[in-house]
């Protein structure tokens, strides 16, 4: 296996606050990384460098072995890296349906002024994609009528439509109703595995990373404080007392860094 | 509506070309409407992108002036026009390239800004533009004839006429299209443009020129029809009037726009004729009733109609 994505010492501070105090993280290639940690950890923000959003202070990301460390965020589309949003970014006065054309075209050239964007081939492309994601019923809706599990899974869904080789999503199944989530997240991972889509999700539900994930990155305060398979790294009390919040009395502290695999 | 827009847009030429004929005079005012229907046109594009250009009487003074420096050498009118538009789609490549990074207010003040920088030019260099007296522009020849004055009103009438038809369906199919829907998206998520590796600055940047070829046409109209350009052209009125119309026909349609300015100049001619100097109070109360109750202005008062006669 080889790393797709590879961050070396990144760092980031806001004013004092250090959102990233040292990240050294490879995310193989084909691999379901989820990172957890609590609020205010730095995991957005993590994100929000590998996309080119915020530039890091120090250090340095290469995907497919070549460097992208400030390039903006549509260079970095274009090399194949997509993301998905916490708080969903959507065309608000489109429709869903429209938002996913728009998607779709930003892939396939958007620079034609006079063919509909709801073109046949587009428009199917886009339905389909909706209906891989339950969506097929608000297809018509516009975005910001919706409500806030379906702006997610619909924001997920163009992040997907751009046919990225790496998919970063932030928290997406946050917001969405619990007895729905399972189905929708393994719907994704079927989609993303059926196209070898390699996914880093941000997740707080311990129950999708154990069923989900490959293996599992600790954030705490900028920093990775615990790497590897979930069936390990959740059983460690540290973890568990640190971030998932399950205090387990009398546990022996942890040291935060170097646990387990590719840190 | 949106099916019937076509359709509509044909009638609605008719109409104009009989009340051409029935009453002479309303021919210029009808050129002129349709001038600046198209310039109109321009600003609701970029109104689609949430953004407002307080300047754009820059294109129309500089696609009219441009009318009055060639008229002598080129003659033609035919010639004359695409050239105007030449000069005009040039200079709003040059300007967007500026502007398309700025929003909101700062793309409406620099806009602005940018089209008093050519006023005072217009006023200021005397031995070039004759100031504030202006440039007479001989009549142009049509297609290489020469009308008489009538039949050359007409005949600009019909170019006006056609040439709005054109730029409202290009300006529909536009907007349907990726490019326009992207234009679209500016003003809701600018952003997830990015995200998707879209650069929106050129999706703005492209329907900025596109807007500046309109104005410049609807300049070269002005000035083929007036015969006389002046520095007022220019003027931030003259500006604020074009958003004025965009707003009062309304960007819900390509149809918007047209209907806003013969509206505009017809309310101007009649009120002006009988109120004198109340009839800019007119149009403000009128602006100011649409901006609160009709926020989709005429056109979408119309469209608004048509929906519950069809639903009834
Ligand atoms: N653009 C920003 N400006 C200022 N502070 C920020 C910004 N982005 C994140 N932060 C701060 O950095 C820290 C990490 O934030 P974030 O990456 O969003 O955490 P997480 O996603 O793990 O909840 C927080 O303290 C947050 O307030
Ligand atoms: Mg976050």
């Known amino acids: 296996m080889t790393a797709l994505l590879e961050a070396r010492g990144l760092r980031l501070a806001f004013g004092g606050v250090r959102a990233a105090d040292g990240i050294d ?90 063919a509909p964007l709801l073109r046949p081939r587009w428009r199917e492309e886009a339905a389909a994609l909706l209906g891989s994601f339950g969506l097929a019923a608000l297809a018509d809706i516009r975005a910001d009528a919706l409500n806030e599990g379906a702006r997610k899974l619909a924001d997920i869904a163009m992040a997907v439509a751009l046919r990225p080789r790496l998919l970063l999503m932030d928290e997406p199944t946050s917001g969405v109703a619990a007895a729905e989530k399972m189905g929708i997240v393994e719907t994704l991972v079927r989609v993303l595995r059926e196209a070898r889509v390699t996914a880093v999700f941000v997740e707080h539900d311990m ?9 599992v990155a600790v954030w705490s305060q900028g920093r990775i404080a615990a790497l590897g398979p979930p069936a390990r790294v959740l059983a ?21 860094a170097g646990e387990g695999g590719h840190a | ?34 001038a600046k229907g198209m310039a109109a046109l321009g600003i609701m594009l970029l109104l689609r992108a949430g953004q407002v250009s307080f300047g754009h009487a820059l294109y129309v003074s500089f696609g009219a002036y441009t009318v009055a420096f060639l008229a002598p050498t080129l003659r033609d009118s035919l010639l004359l026009l695409p050239v105007a538009a030449a000069m005009a789609t040039a200079l709003g490549l040059v300007v967007g390239l500026f502007v398309s990074r700025y929003r909101q207010i700062f793309f409406g003040m620099l806009n602005l800004a940018l089209s008093m920088v050519f006023f005072s030019l217009l006023e200021k260099l005397y031995h070039i533009t004759h100031g504030t007296d202006g440039i007479r522009v001989a009549l142009p020849t049509m297609l290489g004839q020469a009308l008489e004055r009538t039949s050359f009103e007409w ?56 807007s500046a ?51 505009y100049e017809l309310v101007r001619v009649y009120a002006a004729a009988i109120l004198a100097e109340a009839w800019q109070a007119i149009l403000g109360t009128v602006l100011l009733l649409v901006i609160l109750f009709a926020p989709g202005g005429l056109w979408g008062m119309l469209a608004a109609l048509f929906r519950r006669r069809r639903a009834a």
Request: hydrophobic share 55%; proline share 6%; glycine share 10%.
């Open chain 1, 25 to 114: 993280l490879d995310v193989m290639q084909g691999e379901f990384l989820a990172i957890i940690g609590p609020n205010g950890a730095g995991k957005t923000t993590f994100i929000n460098m590998a996309t080119g959003y915020l530039r890091p202070q120090a250090g340095s990301i290469a995907y497919e072995g070549r460097p992208i460390t400030g390039l903006s965020p549509r260079a970095i589309v274009r090399r194949g890296i997509a993301r998905s949003f916490q708080l969903p970014q959507l065309f608000t006065e489109h429709t869903v349906l429209e938002n996913a054309a728009l998607a779709v075209a930003a892939r396939e050239g958007i620079w034609s002024p006079l």
């Open chain 1, 207 to 215: 129950e999708v990373v154990e069923r989900f994930a490959d293996r």
């Open chain 1, 236 to 256: 460690d009390p540290a973890v568990q007392r640190e971030v998932i919040g399950i205090e387990k009395a009398g546990a022996p502290p942890v040291p935060a």
């Open chain 2, 1 to 34: 509506m949106r099916r019937a827009e076509p359709l509509l847009a044909l009638a609605a030429a008719a109409a104009m070309v009989v009340a051409a004929l029935a009453a002479p005079w309303l021919k210029f005012v009808l050129t002129i409407a349709l």
């Open chain 2, 155 to 210: 005949a600009i009438f019909g170019v006006a006429l056609a040439l709005a038809l054109l730029f409202g369906w290009f300006a529909r199919a536009y907007l349907d299209a990726p490019m326009g829907q992207a234009l679209a998206g500016i003003k809701t998520r600018e952003t997830r443009l990015e995200f998707m590796g879209v650069p929106a600055r050129h999706v703005l940047l492209s329907a900025y020129v596109l």
């Open chain 2, 213 to 263: 070829l309109m104005a410049g046409c609807g300049g070269a109209i002005i000035a083929m029809t007036t015969r006389h350009v002046t520095p007022l052209l220019a003027y931030w009125t003259a500006s604020g009037e074009l958003v004025f119309i965009a707003i009062l026909g309304g960007a819900g349609g390509v149809i918007g726009p047209f209907l806003g300015a013969v509206t």
